[in-house]
């Protein structure tokens, strides 16, 4: 159980306190927060990172896709886990964090991470959005399977939308695909999947 701090936690205490019970926790303003994903959430990331690992074999990139890993954004009481990272194996031995923590500190490590929108979508709209973006990443997916944002993010009627950020001179540039649109990735422009087929992969193949 992560007890309620007085005072915000920084970054290094965060790593220091992570519980080891096997759960996956962030750092949100100083607290350390639980994540606690629905099953289909996870059917989610299983199929996306299935079919990118596909992409990196068959392309050969220097790429990989760590089961799991913390970003230290440049923000203060922040730190993240996310759903999915892709990082260059090219990057690494420049990341002073990676061997102890397994942390990446430097945007340039990570060609694209995901996150998979649960009930916390503010966070992935928000906060992270900037962060991720002012850490230099180059491309971000916010993968809202079930149509869970707000309004001003994904317009009305919601509906199911991944939306590809990219950064172009230092802000991201916003893409949305929905349905049989298919996804349109700097990081992977051979892939040839369809917004529908991430969204329910069980149903569409």
Known sequence: MVQ????????????????EDGGIYEL????IIAVNPRGDHEEVIAFIVAELNFEIRRQQRPYFLPRTCTIKPKTLYMGYKPDI???????????PLWKPASTITQGSSVPLVIEVVSTNWRDDYGHKLTDYEAL????YWIVDYLGLGGRRHIGFPKQPTLTVCELIDDEYQIR???GDDKIISKTFPE?????????APGRTL
Not at 28 to 31: D, L, P, S, T, V
Not at 136 to 139: L, R
């Open 4 to 19: 309620a701090q007085s005072q915000p936690l920084t970054f290094e205490e965060y790593l220091d306190l992570y519980p």
């Open 28 to 31: 949100i303003n100083g607290e």
């Open 85 to 95: 990272v892709v990082l260059d194996r090219r990057a690494i031995p420049e990341e």
């Open 136 to 139: 230099t990443i180059q491309e």
């Open 176 to 178: 949305q695909f929905r």
């Open 191 to 199: 892939l040839t999947l369809t917004a529908a087929t991430i969204f």
